[in-house]
């Protein structure tokens, strides 16, 4: 039950510039989370949005969401070659009357060169 | 101090074996997960416990069975592996009515021959 989709699916930037991601979802959620994975590595967690915030902050990272849209942005500021990674959404799914799981998209590569 | 620690890190099997991946997380949550990444980098959720119970099986095949002896541990057993199962399997913690996200694992990645 895939609940996100990521755009674009991959991205090269130069170091320095702002890399913007995009993610969409199907049904209505609290929150909404983002995750950095590096190869060979485990993945991340970099932020969360609840459902009723618009935009958040953390350092470099910008988020939005849009819930009437269902969708959100990524954005990281000033590039480093160490940004590079690949980037999920995740999104919180009511399973069963007993728990919830996450549900992630199927990611953004980023590929950060100096 | 490894918060989600996993083993083995790689393991390679030949068709028809049954192997065990374990994970112990020492964060004290109250949640555990399995979720298989495929060669495709897609996430998907296998098995979901809390405080010791099943909350969450997603269409697994009976061949993977999740056993949580403790709420800081969540082991998975996986019987008659077969090629499919290759992949790279994570282990991560949450806790329950918090909004840190979840800890992840640093993977074991199956590959079955």
């Known amino acids: 039950s895939q609940q996100g989709e990521e755009d674009p699916q991959a991205l090269s930037i130069q170091e320095g510039e702002n890399a913007t991601m995009n993610c969409s979802y199907k049904?209505?959620?609290?929150?909404l989370q983002w995750y950095r994975q590096n190869s060979g590595r485990g993945l991340v967690h970099l932020i969360l949005?609840?459902?009723?915030?618009r935009e958040k902050h953390s350092g470099r990272l910008r988020v939005t969401l849009d819930t009437s849209k269902k969708s959100s942005s990524l954005l990281i500021t000033a590039s480093r070659a160490a940004d590079t990674a690949s980037y999920f959404c995740?999104?919180?799914?009511?399973?069963?009357?007993?728990?919830?799981?996450?549900?992630f998209g199927k990611g953004t590569t980023l590929s950060v060169s100096s | 101090d490894t918060a989600v620690s996993q083993t083995p890190k790689y393991l390679v099997t030949q068709m028809g074996n049954d192997k065990s991946i374990k994970c112990e997380q020492n964060?004290?949550?109250?949640?555990m997960y399995w979720y298989k990444q495929d060669s495709k980098k897609f996430l998907k959720i296998m098995f979901s416990?809390?405080?010791?119970?099943?909350?969450i099986n997603e269409t697994v095949p009976n061949r993977f069975s999740p056993k949580s002896p403790d709420k800081a541990h969540l082991n998975l057993h996986i019987n008659s592996l077969e090629l499919g199962d290759s992949a790279v399997y994570f282990c991560?913690?949450?806790?329950?009515?918090?909004?840190?996200?979840?800890?992840f694992g640093s993977g074991t990645r199956l590959t079955v021959v």
């Open positions: 991560a913690s949450s806790q329950t009515g918090t909004v840190h996200g979840y800890t």
């Open positions: 049904t209505s959620i609290n929150n």
């Open positions: 949005i609840r459902s009723n915030e």
């Open positions: 995740a999104t919180d799914l009511q399973a069963n009357q007993a728990g919830t799981a996450l549900i």
């Open positions: 964060l004290g949550h109250d949640t």
């Open positions: 416990y809390n405080n010791k119970e099943l909350i």
